[in-house]
Nanobody
Framework: QVQLVESGGGLVQPGGSLRLSCAVS????????MGWYRQAPGEQRELVAS???????NYHDSVKGRFAISRDNAKTTVYLQMNSLKPEDTAVYYC????????WGLGTQVTVSS
């Protein structure tokens, strides 16, 4: 079973930056499209960024130009660089395959507040 361990979240002021990391177990990592999802209180989980095995990236309109997803296949890790953070980015962030596996990691909390 694949294990997903997210890290890097925290409390940041509006306009600030954070870099999230997600360590993924499993030798097949390089063939998967991976994504970062987020879930705000009372909201459904949504996909905010994805990266294919060929490193083609896609972004939700709300984060285009501010977030950047990347991957390191040797480290089986996915990253999300988040810049110009806004209060509406506050959520628990998760990584998973796209489409997602059935199981999820614990996520990492991102709180954007002054």
């Amino acid at each position: 079973q694949v294990q997903l361990v997210e890290s890097g979240g925290g409390l940041v002021q509006p306009g600030g930056s954070l870099r999230l990391s997600c360590a993924v177990s499993g030798s097949m990592f390089r063939i998967y499209s991976m994504g970062w999802y987020r879930q705000a209180p009372g909201e459904q989980r949504e996909l905010v960024a994805s990266i294919s095995s060929g490193e083609t990236t896609n972004y939700h309109d709300s984060v285009k130009g501010r977030f950047a997803i990347s991957r390191d296949n040797a480290k089986t890790t996915v990253y999300l660089q988040m810049n110009s953070l806004k209060p509406e980015d506050t959520a628990v962030y998760y990584c998973n395959r796209v489409p997602s596996w059935g199981s999820w990691g614990l996520g990492t909390q991102v709180t954007v507040s002054s």
